[in-house]
């Protein structure tokens, strides 16, 4: 074992990097991805057939495909394709198609968008029918409705299965190591293997790294589920 190198600052600053790189995967993902999964289970529980058909086959395909194959299609299929290598260089937006930051997280996002969609619809089919009655009564239209109403309760109650697709993306952006110069966690660990010929110590440390990040985010939302679902804990007599 010799985990000194692995602590040696030109390693950990290559750490350090990774580190960054991952979180800003992570974060930027589920931000994007947060907005068109809302946009996205609107569709899937609203009035529109076509809408639903067509939302509904994105997310089948989404999560029927492995998160590896989207990342190769987007950075070596849609990001090698001669026509948009022709305007990369200045046609928006086209230009983003040659940063390898950028097709990780466009895949990323939109992988995450496909599965939080299917939560949060879920949620809203699943919202009581009081609640929806209650707003009847105030005199709330189906739109008002669904924003002070159904969309918050649907929120809160999604909290538990969001915060293990959260977890999940975060092991997912090791995929990122995929990509040609792209250094996150695990591409790090690869480097230092590569070096130094120490996998064990290499990889080891990459897994305790996200292992404590996954600690991390975890911790976060049984907070945040303690302050948003209180109302759903048994109470005392």
């Known amino acids: 074992m010799k985990w000194e190198v692995i602590f040696q600052p030109s390693n950990l600053a290559l750490y350090g990097e990774g580190i960054l ?10 931000a994007i991805g947060a907005v068109l999964a809302l946009l996205f289970a609107l569709a899937l529980t609203g009035r529109s057939a076509v809408l639903r058909s067509v939302v509904g086959a ?6 029927g495909t492995p998160l590896l194959i989207q990342v190769y299609l987007i950075y070596y299929g849609l990001g090698q394709l001669e026509w948009i290598q022709a305007r990369w260089d200045d046609i928006w937006p086209w230009t983003y198609f040659k940063e390898p930051f950028f097709c990780a997280l466009l895949a990323f996002s939109l992988n995450t968008a496909g599965y939080t969609a299917e939560m949060l619809a879920g949620a809203i089919r699943e919202t009581s029918a009081g609640e929806i009655e209650a707003a009847q009564a105030y005199g709330m239209g189906p739109w008002r409705t669904m924003w002070r109403v159904v969309l918050p309760s649907a929120l809160r109650r999604s909290l538990p299965a969001y915060s ?4 999940m993306m975060l092991q997912s952006t090791s995929l990122a190591s995929a990509v040609p110069s792209m250094i996150d966690v695990t591409s790090a660990a690869s480097r230092v293997y590569s070096k130094f010929y120490l996998p064990f110590e290499a990889f080891l440390f990459a897994a305790g790294i996200y292992l404590l990040a996954t600690f991390m985010l975890v911790g976060l939302f049984r907070l945040a589920e303690r302050h948003f679902l209180a109302y759903l804990a048994p109470q005392e007599a």
């Not at 293990?164 to 977890?167: G, L, M, S, T």
């Open 21 to 30: 790189t991952t979180l800003a995967l992570l974060f930027s993902s589920l």
């Open 164 to 167: 293990n697709e959260v977890v």
């Open 58 to 63: 994105y997310t089948y395909v989404v999560r």
